[in-house]
Nanobody
Framework: QVQLVESGGGLVQAGGSLRLSCAAS????????MGWFRQAPGKEREFVAAISWSGGSTYYGDSVEDRFTISRDNAKNTVYLQMNRLKPEDTAVYYCAAAKAAGVWNTVVLGRLGGYDYWGQGTQVTVSS
């Protein structure tokens, strides 16, 4: 069992930056692939980014690639999402997720909600124009 707690959300102007953090409980953090999703009002939850167990591989959704960076610190049981050049359309609740993934890095699976086993409660990001 993994418990995930996001933080770092808030209100920022378009063009600004935010860094989200997700702290995980337990001693097996490094055995999970970690991901970020987001959900805007009235829309489905959307994949944002994923990072492999050691951080050597990353994968991004098309709408955030080149603006967002996912990273992790296994010593701190924390995954981060650095968001730069934010746009109003980035406004959403951002969720952290953990995937057991059976040791397989499969971006098709990791881009889907069903690829993850544990979810945080989310943190609100609002980008004003």
């Amino acid at each position: 069992q993994v418990q995930l707690v996001e933080s770092g959300g808030g209100l920022v102007q378009a063009g600004g930056s935010l860094r989200l953090s997700c702290a995980a409980s337990g001693r097996t953090f490094s055995s999970y692939i970690m991901g970020w999703f987001r959900q805007a009002p009235g829309k489905e939850r959307e994949f944002v980014a994923a990072i492999s167990w050691s951080g050597g591989s990353t994968y991004y959704g098309d709408s955030v690639e080149d603006r967002f960076t996912i990273s992790r610190d296994n010593a701190k049981n924390t995954v981060y999402l650095q968001m730069n050049r934010l746009k109003p359309e980035d406004t959403a609740v951002y969720y952290c997720a953990a995937a057991k993934a059976a040791g397989v890095w499969n971006t098709v699976v990791l881009g889907r909600l069903g690829g993850y086993d544990y979810w945080g409660q989310g943190t609100q990001v609002t980008v004003s124009s």
